[in-house]
């Protein structure tokens, strides 16, 4: 049997890793930073380890909101989507990703982006 993306990323552990660089990157980023300015980081991260996870196929189980409920009402731009894309891709480069597994997230993440953008 094939590995899960979740095996092969490494698990929770490395997959929180990757979570918490990513929302770092995001939270310093001069396109996604105001929106993250005042916000609950650790829970964030928290939050987005478990979405990650669980939609990769991990055990572990989503205790927030849904993504349309999530983002209802932020206006997110075009702009800031691609931001907060690159943002998680160098995030996993930088944690030795393989390319082919990057790309498994990126086409997992663009499949989400009318949850977030809401078009």
Known sequence: MAATLYERLGGAERIAAIVEESIDRHAVNPVLGPRFRGKDLPRLKQLGTQFFCAGIG??????????????????????????????????????????????????????????????
């Open 58 to 119: 991990g055990p572990q189980r989503y205790a927030g909101r849904d993504l349309r409920t999530a983002h209802a009402g932020m206006n997110i731009s075009e702009q800031e989507f691609l931001a907060t894309m690159d943002d998680i891709v160098a995030a996993l480069e930088a944690h030795g990703v393989a390319r082919p597994d990057v790309d498994e997230v990126v086409a997992i993440l663009y499949s989400l982006k009318g949850d977030v953008l809401r078009i």
